[in-house]
């Protein structure tokens, strides 16, 4: 921890899904345009170790990191509006500090003491706010959930704390809380937001800025009513308002004075910020010429959070087209022979997503077998570049029984499969896997390196020859099929530096058809879109202006 380090901790108040996580990455955009070096740390007040195990109907996507830690969805945020790379020590959730409080107790490191959630489990949460902020000049923390909630208590304690161990001119509190706009009354509504600094305050904690979410700009009159009932300057009370894209928050709020206040009152001298690329990205999405329709074939498709990062690079691949992107979620599990061609027959684009387990599969093999046939630009991310090679080994290798060993143990086609030995780059071994040991503990995870072929379409939406990209699964392409594959029409155009793992697949005569074993949408950027979505939409977009 230098020195001068100065902590921002934002908070939320009355109900949950305000945005914290945007409200939290569009001040690192903010401090980082004014030249200061953040970070962001989120911490969760769940009981489970990570969010890789939880389910991502209730939880939104699991986002994957390059020292392939498995996150919550809002790290993922923090990467696409800052340059800050996100690894294991940005997201602490309950579970895991518990975890690491009660295997010292174990070990005996607290020498008989009784252990407590307070000194020991705040003590922990502390340490680990202080493992972010080395050599930067302002470490954000998100608290997870929302004020008045039992479980965030410990998190809220050690903010509490916090402020006193390392000065009181270092710590802002940042509180959001909504202002409701009520018809029937005719204007907004501050009292929402007074229970919830109350409630605050009631445990220590004094909110430095509070951002008010709500659907319209908040009167000077408004901000001065919420400035004396909730003790702040009038100053900040920051109209957080609801916007078309999630990219114009940062210059809401820059309007609105907050990276002004925030400077002052953490007391650093900074430049002026820079703001042109945020100007410019915005203006560039309010006036998108063109329209395309992609359809996502997956099984998460109630709850968009499920799929956030491939949501993203999907318009990011617009702004970089001038295309707007119009999202069409397909439940696969409602897609079958007959019905396929009318749910696929207007989109201009078919992505299958990652995913786990058996339910829908056939549906999304489907997909993947109309866009092949009907010549239209589809793109499967991990699952769906699976099913991409289990459906051309059916279809056209006639290995009619072809499938993933995840969902036909026994098929005698196994073109997917639990792969037992291979050269791992980040070891430089061989890495061996034992198909009966736990879980998680098999899964590829994090960052690897990939070749191109040169001539491929890979090849050419990159433009270069190695790239490396993040993963997160277990079974592989079964190299026993490579030959007759190929012979057939198949094209391996990204492996593993060895050879030993495929990492992308096309197929030969078809305008853009790509599978990618790794999971290139936690890559993406709104300024620099990755180049596989910016090559998929550009495909997409020609093919409905033909
Ligand atoms: N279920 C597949 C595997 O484990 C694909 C995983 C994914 O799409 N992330 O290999």
Redesign the pocket.
């Known amino acids: 921890m230098g020195n001068d380090t100065k902590y921002i901790f934002v908070t939320g108040g009355v109900l949950s899904s305000l945005g914290k996580g945007l409200a939290s990455a569009s001040i690192g955009a903010l401090l980082e345009s004014r030249g200061l070096s953040v970070t962001i740390q989120k911490l969760d007040p769940y009981i489970n170790v990570d969010p890789g195990t939880m389910n991502p109907f209730q939880h939104g996507e699991v986002f994957v990191t390059d020292d392939g830690s498995e996150t919550d969805l809002d790290l993922g945020h923090y990467e696409r509006f800052t340059s800050i790379k996100m690894g294991q020590d940005n997201n602490f959730t309950t579970g895991k500090i518990y975890y690491s409080v009660i295997s010292k107790e174990r070990r005996g490191d607290y020498l008989g003491g009784t252990v407590q959630v307070i000194p020991h489990i705040t003590d922990e949460i502390k340490n680990d706010i202080k493992l972010v902020s080395d050599s930067v000049d302002v470490v954000i923390v998100e608290i997870g959930g929302t004020i008045g909630d039992i479980e965030s208590l410990p998190f809220l304690e050690a903010i509490r704390q916090f402020k006193t161990d390392v000065g009181k001119e270092n710590v802002i509190y940042i509180h959001l809380t909504l202002v409701p706009y009520i018809a029937t009354a005719g204007e907004v509504k501050t009292k929402p937001t007074q229970h919830s600094v109350k409630e605050l305050r009631s445990i220590g904690i004094q909110p430095d800025i509070l951002l008010c979410r709500t659907d319209r700009f908040l009167s000077k009159e408004i901000k001065a009513k919420i400035a004396l009932f909730c003790n702040v300057g009038v100053d900040a009370v920051i109209t957080a308002l609801d916007v078309e894209s999630i990219y114009e928050v940062p210059l809401i709020f820059h309007n609105e004075g907050l990276d002004d206040k925030i400077i002052e009152l953490l007391n650093i001298w900074t430049r002026a910020p820079r703001l042109e690329a945020w100007k410019d990205l915005v203006k560039r999405i309010k006036s998108l010429k063109h329209s395309v329709k992609i359809a996502i074939v997956g099984k998460y498709t109630n709850l968009t959070e499920s799929y956030k990062s491939l949501n993203e690079a999907l318009y990011h691949g617009g702004f970089s087209n001038d295309c707007k992107v119009n999202l069409f979620f397909v439940d696969s599990e409602n897609i079958n022979a007959d019905n396929c061609k009318e749910v696929l027959s207007d989109v201009d684009g078919i992505l299958v ?5 058996t339910r829908g599969i056939e549906g999304k093999i489907l997909a993947a077998q109309y866009a092949r046939v009907n010549k239209i630009p589809y793109f499967g ?4 570049m ?1 099913l991409a090679v289990i459906e051309f080994a059916r279809n056209v290798a006639g290995m009619t029984s072809a499938h ?1 060993s ?1 969902f036909d143990e026994k098929t005698t086609f196994p073109v ?1 499969y639990l792969m037992l030995s291979w050269y791992d780059e980040k070891t430089k071994a061989i890495q061996k896997r034992d198909i009966s040991s736990e879980k998680g503990g098999t ?1 590829r995870l994090g960052t690897y390196p990939c070749i191109l072929e040169e001539g491929t379409l890979a090849h050419k939406a990159y433009g270069t020859y190695e790239i490396s990209e993040r993963h ?5 392409f079964n190299n026993e099929f490579k030959e007759i594959l190929e012979e057939k029409g198949l094209i391996i155009s990204g492996t593993s530096p060895s050879k030993d793992l495929v990492e992308i697949v096309e197929i030969k005569e078809h305008p853009w058809f790509l599978g990618c074993q790794f ?1 290139p949408e936690f890559k993406s950027r709104p300024m620099q879109t990755h180049p596989l979505f910016q090559s998929f939409i550009g495909a997409a977009l020609k093919k409905k202006l033909e």
């Open positions: 997503p990652g995913g786990f387990g991310i991990c699952l769906g699976q993933s995840e997917i899964m997160r699964h277990r079974y592989e999971h």
